[in-house]
T-cell receptor, first 115, second 111 residues
Framework: DAGVTQSPTHLIKTRGQHVTLRCSPI?????VSWYQQALGQGPQFIFQ???????GRGNFPDRFSARQFPNYSSELNVNALLLGDSALYLC??????????????FGEGSRLTVL | DQQVKQNSPSLSVQEGRISILNCDYT??????FLWYKKYPAEGPTFLIS?????DKNEDGRFTVFLNKSAKHLSLHIVPSQPGDSAVYFC??????????FGTGTSLTVIP
C-alpha cells in the first residue's frame, strides 16, 4: 500500500517567488495536515483539511494557503517567499478529523530552499 | 511559545540497556500524546501514544509514561537496539487534531 506521497522532494526558489507543494494521502484517509520543520526544530502545524474544508490553521502568515481536492489530495501554496521559509514541509494524513484522529502518517517531505 | 519541550538534544546508550527520553509540556489542556521516530531523509513514523486518562502504555519494547501533575512524559525503550538510533519527537494535542511537537532528541545506541 502506498504511503503519503509528496512532490517535489526538493526545490530551490528565490525570494519573492511562489511555490506549490503537493500531497497525496494514504488511500482511505480523508484528512490532510501540513507541517513546517525548520532545521533543528520540531514540526510546526500549518493547516489541517478534512473533506475539502479547513479544520485548523497554525500561526502562519496569510502568504501560506492550502486546499484539499475531492480525491483528498492537497496543495500547500506559499507566496512572496522569504529566506525564513526555507524548511522541510511535511504532509500527514489521518483517517478522520474529529476528536482523536489517531496517529498522523507522514510523507517524506518537500525540502524547500529559498535563496 | 514552545508548549512542548525536549530539553535533551541528544542521548547515547549502550545496546541492551534502557533508553529514557523525556518531554515536558506547559498546556494543561493537552489530552493526547504521541512519540514519533525520524530517520534522516524520511518523514516521522508513529511509535506509541497515550491519552490523558492513562498513566502508562506499553507496546513491545516501548513504554510511555505520563505524569499529568508534573506535565511530563517519558519514553522507555528496553532493551535498546542499534536500529533504534534516530531522532525522537514527542507531540501533544487537544482532542487529537493539531499537534504540537518538541524539538527532538537524537538517540544513539552504541553496539
Amino acid at each position: 500500500d502506498a504511503g503519503v506521497t509528496q512532490s517535489p522532494t526538493h526545490l530551490i526558489k528565490t525570494r519573492g517567488q511562489h511555490v506549490t507543494l503537493r500531497c497525496s494521502p494514504i488511500s482511505g484517509h480523508k484528512s490532510v495536515s501540513w507541517y513546517q520543520q525548520a532545521l533543528g526544530q520540531g514540526p510546526q502545524f500549518i493547516f489541517q483539511y478534512y473533506e475539502k474544508e479547513e479544520r485548523g490553521r497554525g500561526n502562519f502568515p496569510d502568504r501560506f494557503s492550502a486546499r484539499q481536492f475531492p480525491n483528498y489530495s492537497s496543495e500547500l501554496n506559499v507566496n512572496a517567499l522569504l529566506l525564513g521559509d526555507s524548511a522541510l514541509y511535511l504532509c500527514a494524513s489521518s483517517l478522520t478529523a474529529g476528536a482523536y484522529t489517531g496517529e498522523l502518517f507522514f510523507g517524506e517531505g518537500s525540502r524547500l530552499t529559498v535563496l | 511559545d514552545q508548549q512542548v519541550k525536549q530539553n535533551s538534544p541528544s542521548l547515547s546508550v549502550q545496546e541492551g540497556r534502557i533508553s529514557i527520553l523525556n518531554c515536558d509540556y506547559t498546556n494543561s489542556m493537552f489530552d493526547y500524546f504521541l512519540w514519533y521516530k525520524k530517520y534522516p531523509a524520511e518523514g516521522p513514523t508513529f511509535l506509541i501514544s497515550i491519552s490523558s486518562i492513562k498513566d502508562k502504555n506499553e507496546d513491545g519494547r516501548f513504554t510511555v509514561f505520563l505524569n499529568k501533575s508534573a506535565k511530563h512524559l517519558s519514553l522507555h525503550i528496553v532493551p535498546s537496539q542499534p536500529g533504534d538510533s534516530a531522532v525522537y519527537f514527542c507531540a501533544a494535542s487537544i482532542t487529537g487534531n493539531q499537534f504540537y511537537f518538541g524539538t527532538g532528541t537524537s538517540l544513539t545506541v552504541i553496539p
